[in-house]
């Protein structure tokens, strides 16, 4: 499996618009087949980037939503999701595949970093984050990724500096990199080899916040 089935869109769009149990169960059959493709593609890839990475495990999302704290009650998510996790505890961060119409894309880095993760990474840039700052400019990583993303705050995190150089990083929550892909680029033979690039290209920037949450201020290994 080297790309994305079409037909996965095709049904996400139909049940986009017929987002009921009764019409689902009539389709099933269908679904559980498209799901299967995206298991063995999920599957291939997981085996590619542990070719150069240290992957622990991968995992295809539940397609069924839990709507006991939410609004909307429509029983079904309407997109594929993959989840590949780094081998823990000396390699952090995650990658993440969502396959939607007109929407997919993958991303990488910490977008619900523990508190005491989040504290380092916000103690590390308060002492510099000139390191980092030179890995996500480089003309290759930008290329590929673009800019850093993620949730902030609207001013500065308790006993940080709201006047520190790089109050800009510090103020983040999540620390996200993403990059999109049209519905024809994920149908294109290539499309795995171009995800499977895209993890090699961002690995400075998860080697990089690695290096930082298995070791203190001083450089000095806590694991």
């Known amino acids: 499996m080297k790309s994305i089935n079409p037909a996965v869109f095709d049904f996400l769009k139909h049940l986009n618009k017929n987002n009921n ?44 939503r839990d709507v006991r704290f939410s609004k909307n009650k429509t029983p079904y998510k309407t997109y594929f999701s993959i989840a590949f996790h780094r081998s823990k505890p000396n390699y952090r961060g995650s990658y993440y595949l969502h396959l939607s119409p007109s929407d997919s894309f993958l991303a990488c880095g910490f977008w619900g970093p523990e508190p005491t993760d989040l504290l380092r990474i916000r103690k590390e840039f308060e002492v510099s984050a000139d390191e980092f700052r030179e890995i996500i400019s480089q003309p290759k990583f930008k290329n590929t990724w673009g800019e850093l993303t993620g949730t902030e705050l609207k001013t500065a ?56 949450l298995t070791t203190d201020l001083n450089g000095e290994p806590i694991i």
């Open 21 to 64: 149990r009764e019409w689902f169960e009539k389709h099933k059959p269908k679904f559980k087949g498209l799901e299967s493709e995206i298991k063995r593609f999920s599957e291939t890839l997981f085996h590619q980037i542990n070719t150069h990475d240290s992957l622990e495990k991968w995992k295809v999302f539940r397609i069924y």
């Open 157 to 212: 995190p308790k006993t940080f500096d709201k006047n520190h150089p790089d109050i800009d990083l510090i103020r983040k929550k999540q620390y996200v990199f993403v990059v999109p892909f049209s519905d024809e680029e994920t149908t294109q033979s290539n499309f795995i080899e171009r995800v499977n690039s895209a993890v090699k290209d961002v690995r400075p920037f998860v080697d990089f916040m690695s290096e930082v």
